[in-house]
Nanobody, 127 residues
Framework: QLQASGGGLVQVGGSLRLSCAAS????????MGWFRQAPGKEREFVAA????????NYVDSVKGRFAISRDNAKNTVSLQMDSLKAEDTAVYYC??????????????????????WGQGTLVTVSS
């Protein structure tokens, strides 16, 4: 089970930190990802982190502004979002990979490679 939190209303240029808490004993076996879905749009990949935390991947539009991290001791994954833009407005979802351990960058960006999803947290960036 995944529980996302930390969304809210923020002005352009502001920051938010999303968190996702996972239950279970094997959290550190799985890659984690953040996806988002804006109104009227398809769900899109935002960021992913490997099971160990040593590998990360980002969609180009958030590189340099967002940072994904994880704490395997606490079963949490976070997304620090800085320099937010109006186009970042969306519902953000955390997700756990279907398979354990190694994922390619391509796999990490594919929502069908994730089997468990949180309920989503709304981020609204106002201009």
């Amino acid at each position: 089970q995944l529980q996302a939190s930390g969304g809210g209303l923020v002005q352009v240029g502001g920051s938010l930190r999303l968190s996702c808490a996972a239950s279970g004993r094997t959290f550190d076996n799985y890659n984690m990802g953040w996806f988002r879905q804006a109104p009227g749009k398809e769900r899109e990949f935002v960021a992913a982190i490997s099971y160990s935390g040593r590998g990360t991947n980002y969609v180009d539009s958030v590189k340099g502004r967002f940072a994904i991290s994880r704490d395997n001791a606490k079963n949490t994954v976070s997304l620090q979002m800085d320099s937010l833009k109006a186009e970042d407005t969306a519902v953000y979802y955390c997700a756990r990979s279907l398979k354990r351990y190694y994922y390619t960058d391509t796999e990490s960006m594919d929502p069908t490679m994730y089997g468990y999803w949180g309920q989503g947290t709304l981020v609204t960036v106002s201009s």
